[in-house]
Each structure stands twice: as structure tokens, then as C-alpha cells.
């Protein structure tokens, strides 16, 4: 288990306590150093500030920090733009530079943001400010290691993302000058499936990927996959089906449906799990 790794046992609508001095993790997982969140710095609230918001962010640097800690941070909302990461990002051009996240389109399409806020995982850029409340207690998503701050380490996840090999794969050539054609019927069953965006908050709410995530799949990979095997064009059901026909790729899915519950999208893993379930069941019958 790397050092490095923290896990928030907790549902996806379940918030933080608002002075939690321990993530809440097993005994058995040998999590001592970062797994404990001390006290951090404080930033008052500017003399003129109208409407003050309190922001409690967790700071940890991995070989410089010895433990984690929470900063807060007490803004005027009305300097800022009204979503959480206009927050952050007023945070790091005015008040304090070395604050670290991740952040790219702003639009709830990268999915570059995503980390938990007050106990959920989402991204900041589609977070109202005014639907929070105080204090707002932001970490970066459970169960990957983190880089800085807020920023979570996403190699293995991507990883598995990969192994998938998330592309077309057919033997057919296609039709000279144009593309695949596929009707309307056969298109309407990827909605639902193409919108995901990678953001992983999925996988990081999953318990299943917790304890089994050197070889379960995750919510985010198994959506995908059954993106694939969903698309009349693809010509590689059987292939796709055999490289997930395992004791753990797959069916370490307990139906817990934190994903379903925290998916930013409004997309359902969990039925996509199923139904590659289903199809692994069906082709031995």
C-alpha cells in the first residue's frame, strides 16, 4: 500500500464533520503519518469583506510536510466569481500563491477539477459557491495518492483506463471517403456512455476500488468499456468480453452505487457494470 494513499470512508452524500483530525480509515491499512490532518494556517477575512466565506483546504506536500493539515481560508464572495473554483483560483492569485489544484476548462467538460467538497466528490468549476455550506471543506478525491494539495496522482487509473484499449477496433475496412455509418437506434444506446469525462470521481468514491484496486476495473473504466462493446460499429465483442472475463476486473462490483451517486455528469456506472455482467453471463449460456 503506498504511504502516500488516504481514503475517506464515507458515502458520497455524507459531509465532513467540520473539524475532522483523522480521515476516517481502517486500522489494517498502516496509514499513520498521512493519514493524519493537523492544524494549518489561517487567513481572516478582508476589514471590508460583505459576504465571507470560509474555505478549510487540505495542504500536504509528500517528502517535505510530515502530516497533512487544513488551511483556511475566509474570502469575500463578492470579490469572485460565483462558483467554488473561482474561489480557489482567487485564493491562489491573491492570498496565497503556493495552493495547488488542477484546473483547465472551466466548463464541467475536462474534468480536471474534481475533488471533494464537503464530503462529495464533483468538480469546483460546476460547484455554486451559494449552494455550499460554511465552512467549506475541500480534499482532493479519496484513495489516490497525492502529488500536492489537491491534486491527486491519476497513473494507475489512467492506466487501467488504457488496458481497455478505448478505441474502434475492427477488421473490416471502412468505406472509402466516408464514415462508419451507424442509425439512429444503434447511436441512441451510447447516451448515457460517451459523456463521461475522465474525472474519476467515480472510481475514487468506489469501497470496491479501494480495497481491490490493483485489479478491479473501477466505475470510470467499466463505463467506458461497455461504451464499447454498446457501439454497432465495433467488431470486437467477443475480444472485449474475454479480456474482461475475470474473478476481479469485473464482478468486484458490489452494486454500492457511490458512483451513480457522485457522477458530476448525471451518468450511471453501475448500470453499465451490469450489463457487462449480464453479457459475460449471457455468451456461456
Not at 475475470?246 to 457522477?263: A, G, M, Q, W
Amino acid at each position: 500500500m503506498n504511504p502516500r494513499r488516504f481514503i475517506i470512508n464515507r458515502s458520497a452524500d455524507r459531509p465532513l464533520t467540520d473539524s475532522p483530525g483523522r480521515f476516517p480509515v481502517p486500522r489494517n491499512l498502516g496509514l499513520s503519518g498521512p493519514s493524519r490532518v493537523g492544524k494549518g494556517k489561517r487567513w481572516p477575512a478582508p476589514e471590508d469583506a460583505k459576504d465571507p466565506l470560509t474555505l478549510s483546504i487540505y495542504r500536504y506536500e509528500p517528502g517535505i510536510d510530515e502530516h497533512p493539515r487544513l488551511d483556511h481560508y475566509t474570502i469575500d464572495v463578492d470579490k469572485c466569481g460565483p462558483m467554488l473554483l473561482d474561489a480557489l483560483i482567487y485564493i491562489k492569485n491573491h492570498i496565497d500563491s503556493t495552493l495547488t489544484f488542477r484546473r483547465s476548462c472551466r466548463e464541467g467538460v475536462c474534468g480536471s477539477c474534481a475533488m471533494n467538497i464537503n464530503g462529495r466528490n464533483w468538480l469546483a468549476c460546476t460547484q455554486p459557491i451559494e449552494e455550499l455550506r460554511q465552512p467549506v471543506h475541500i480534499y482532493p478525491l479519496p484513495s489516490l495518492p497525492v502529488i500536492k494539495d489537491l491534486v491527486g496522482d491519476q497513473t494507475h487509473v489512467l492506466a487501467q483506463y488504457q488496458s481497455i484499449r478505448p478505441w474502434m477496433r475492427n477488421e473490416s475496412p471502412a468505406p472509402p471517403d466516408r464514415e462508419r455509418l451507424q442509425s439512429p437506434e444503434d447511436r441512441a444506446k451510447l447516451d448515457g456512455l460517451y459523456e463521461c469525462i475522465l474525472c474519476f470521481c467515480c472510481t475514487s468514491g468506489c469501497p470496491s476500488h479501494w480495497w481491490n484496486g490493483e485489479r478491479f476495473l473501477g466505475p470510470a473504466t467499466l463505463l467506458q468499456a461497455y461504451r464499447w462493446l454498446a457501439d454497432s460499429r465495433d467488431e470486437a465483442t467477443g475480444e472485449r468480453l474475454d479480456e474482461l472475463e475475470d474473478p476481479f476486473k469485473v464482478y468486484r462490483c458490489h452494486t454500492i452505487l457511490n458512483c451513480t451517486r457522485t457522477c458530476p455528469k448525471g451518468l450511471a456506472p453501475a448500470t453499465a457494470i451490469a450489463k457487462i455482467k449480464q453479457m459475460l453471463f449471457l455468451r456461456k449460456i
